[in-house]
């Protein structure tokens, strides 16, 4: 492989890590810590992990440093998902893939704000995927919860969710998709 190959992999990667933290939130639910949120619509529509959600109050932290209160507008403990709605528009938000399309060795970048670190970005390859759930083979921490796995073009996949075995384990796309369905949040 040529080292201009290589020098345009590098360039990629970096204006991918940098649009995906454009559309990485900060989220502070109460004071037990801080984690993260994907901006799922430029209408202030914020998805993230109910575990990071754990009140119906929180606060957003953008990437260009604003902050906004923020109500939970839906919420499922069992899928570990929870949507927020932040009074904002014209945010950037997230390109969002297809998490079936997946295949298993595939480039991943997740992103995330562990140990107070701003849009900390990380990355693996897909070690597993199934409707619900994607396993990538990468590095997360505490804090990186609720944020983005991508793949290598900058399409949203997953919320990451938890680690297992040392694996990061995601909410698959498509079950956010099926989670937003109905419940009137997707919009305003």
């Known amino acids: 492989m040529s080292n201009t190959t290589l020098t345009n992999i590098a360039a990629e990667l970096t204006q ?8 990485t939130v900060k989220v502070q639910s109460g004071s037990l810590g801080v984690g993260s949120g994907v901006i799922w619509h430029s209408d202030g529509l914020i998805i993230t992990n109910a ?16 902050v906004f209160g923020a109500v939970r507008v839906h919420f499922d403990p069992q899928q570990d998902l929870a949507a927020l709605r932040i009074v ?10 297809n998490s079936e399309a997946l295949r298993v060795g595939e480039l991943v ?3 995330g704000n562990p140990f107070g670190d701003n849009g900390a970005v990380t990355t693996g390859i897909i070690y597993a995927n ?5 396993v990538a083979d990468l590095q997360l921490y505490p804090g990186n919860s609720g944020g983005p796995l991508a793949d290598c073009l900058g399409r949203v996949v997953g919320i ?12 698959s796309t498509s079950t956010v998709n099926r989670f937003l369905q109905g419940t009137g949040v997707w919009g305003k």
């Open 130 to 134: 199934n409707p619900s759930m994607v």
């Open 16 to 23: 991918v890590a940098a649009r995906l933290r454009n559309s």
């Open 109 to 111: 970048l997740a992103v």
């Open 51 to 66: 575990h990071v959600a754990i009140s119906n109050r929180t606060t957003i932290k953008l990437s260009d440093g604003r």
């Open 160 to 171: 990451n969710t938890m680690i297992a075995n040392g694996l990061a384990v995601a909410v």
């Open 88 to 97: 904002a528009t014209d945010l950037t938000a997230a390109t969002i893939g």
